[in-house]
C-alpha cells in the first residue's frame, strides 16, 4: 500500500514536518522548538511545508533554510491548495524513516523525537507512537490543561490504538504527537477533505502497517487561538457532512469494520443533534434523532429523545470534561 521506501540512501532518520499557513506570529517558535531535537537527536531533518502564505510566513521560512541549510528543507507552493494538498506536499518531500508532523502553531518540547524513536525501535510491529500534548490559550498564554483530559478520552487510558479502536469515537490523538513508520503510510491525503483527512489518513496507516502506541509523557504544546480551523465557521457547519463521508470512504474499503463504522456515525449525529437542541433547533435535533434510529441504536435514540434537554447541556463547551468522561465511560 505504501507508496514509500524506508529510508532513502544517505537520508536522515527522521523527517519533522512542519505544515504550515499564515502563521508568521507562531513560527520562528515553532522552529526553534524542532531545532532542539537535534541537541539530543541529531539525525534529522526539517522540512517546511507552506501553503501559499500571504503573511511573510514563506520569506521566514526561506530564512530560516537560509541559516541552516543542513537540517531545513523546503516544500513551498505558489498557491493556496488546502491542508490535505500541503501535507502531501510535505509528506513527498520527507526523506526519513519516520515522520513526526508539527501544526506550524504549536510547538515541540525537549526531548521528544529521541523518545519516540527509542519506543518504535524497541517495538517495529507498530506503525506509529503517540503522547500527550498541553493545550493553551493564545494571546493570553493561559495553560488549559492536558490534551488527555480535554479531548484525549481513552486513547491515554490504553497502551496502543488498533484500526477497531481508532473507530471508537472515545479515542482521540493530536497529529502533532505522532511519529509514524514512513514505509507504513498511504501515499498521501485524500484532497476530498478539508478538516478529517488526517484521521483516513491515520486509520489507514493503521489498518496497514499495525498499531500506534502510547508514549507517557508530555512532548508538544498545542496552541488554541482564533485562527485555529476549529474555529472556522465554514468547518464548524460542515463538521458532520465530512465526518461521515470519511466514514463512508473507510467503509467502502474496510467492509470488516462495518459494525464498528456504524457506531461511530451514531456519535457523530448523537453530537449533532445535541448541538442542534442546544441551540434551539429542535426539528433539526429530531431528524437526527430519527437517523440515530434508523442506524439500529434504539435505546440511544430514546434516551436522547427523553433526555434532550439534560443531555443538550454536553454540547456546552463548558462542561466538556464532563461531557468527555461520560463518553469514556459510556461511549
Given at each position: 500500500m505504501s507508496a514509500f521506501p524506508n529510508r532513502e540512501a544517505g537520508a536522515p532518520r527522521v523527517s519533522i514536518v512542519i505544515v504550515c499557513y499564515n502563521q508568521l506570529e507562531f513560527f520562528d517558535e515553532a522552529i526553534q522548538g524542532c531545532l532542539a531535537q537535534a541537541e539530543t537527536f541529531s539525525d534529522l531533518e526539517i522540512v517546511i511545508a507552506d501553503d501559499g502564505s500571504t503573511d511573510g510566513t514563506t520569506d521566514a521560512a526561506r530564512q530560516w533554510a537560509e541559516r541552516h541549510p543542513d537540517i531545513i528543507r523546503l516544500a513551498l507552493s505558489d498557491t493556496n491548495g488546502g491542508i490535505a494538498a500541503n501535507m502531501t506536499a510535505g509528506l513527498k518531500a520527507a526523506r526519513?524513516?519516520?515522520?513526526?508532523?508539527?501544526?506550524?502553531?504549536?510547538?515541540?518540547?525537549?526531548?521528544?523525537?529521541?523518545?519516540?524513536?527509542e519506543m518504535l525501535d524497541r517495538q517495529p510491529e507498530v506503525s506509529g507512537c503517540y503522547h500527550d500534548a498541553?493545550?493553551?490559550?493564545?494571546?493570553?498564554?493561559?495553560?488549559?490543561?492536558?490534551?488527555?483530559?480535554?479531548?484525549?478520552?481513552?486513547?491515554?487510558?490504553?497502551?496502543?490504538?488498533?484500526?477497531?479502536?481508532?473507530?471508537?469515537?472515545?479515542?482521540?490523538?493530536?497529529?502533532?504527537t505522532l511519529l509514524v513508520?514512513?514505509?507504513?503510510?498511504?501515499?498521501?491525503?485524500d484532497p476530498r477533505f478539508r478538516f478529517h483527512n488526517d484521521y483516513l489518513f491515520d486509520f489507514e496507516t493503521i489498518a496497514f502497517g499495525g498499531p500506534y502506541v502510547r508514549l507517557d509523557g508530555c512532548f508538544v504544546r498545542y496552541r488554541k487561538h482564533q485562527r485555529s480551523i476549529g474555529k472556522d465557521k465554514q468547518v464548524v457547519s460542515t463538521l458532520i457532512e465530512e465526518n461521515l463521508m470519511v466514514l463512508g470512504a473507510i467503509t467502502a474499503r474496510y467492509p470488516r469494520y462495518a459494525s464498528a463504522i456504524r457506531r461511530r456515525e451514531v456519535y457523530y449525529l448523537l453530537l449533532e443533534a445535541l448541538k442542534a437542541h442546544r441551540r434551539g433547533d429542535h426539528a433539526r435535533g429530531a431528524e437526527l434523532t430519527r437517523a440515530v434510529w434508523a442506524k439500529g441504536a434504539w435505546g440511544k435514540a430514546i434516551a436522547l429523545k427523553l433526555l434532550r434537554r439534560p443531555l443538550s447541556y454536553l454540547a456546552d463547551p463548558r462542561y466538556r470534561r464532563l461531557a468527555l468522561e461520560l463518553r469514556s465511560r459510556f461511549g
Open positions: 526519513g524513516e519516520f515522520v513526526a508532523w508539527l501544526g506550524g502553531d504549536d510547538v515541540m518540547l525537549p526531548g521528544k523525537i529521541v523518545r519516540q524513536v498541553e493545550v493553551f490559550e493564545w494571546p493570553s498564554g493561559e495553560v488549559l490543561g492536558l490534551f488527555s483530559r480535554l479531548y484525549g478520552g481513552r486513547a491515554f487510558k490504553i497502551d496502543r490504538v488498533d484500526a477497531r479502536r481508532m473507530l471508537d469515537p472515545r479515542v482521540q490523538m493530536l497529529p502533532s513508520r514512513r514505509d507504513r503510510m498511504p501515499a498521501g491525503f
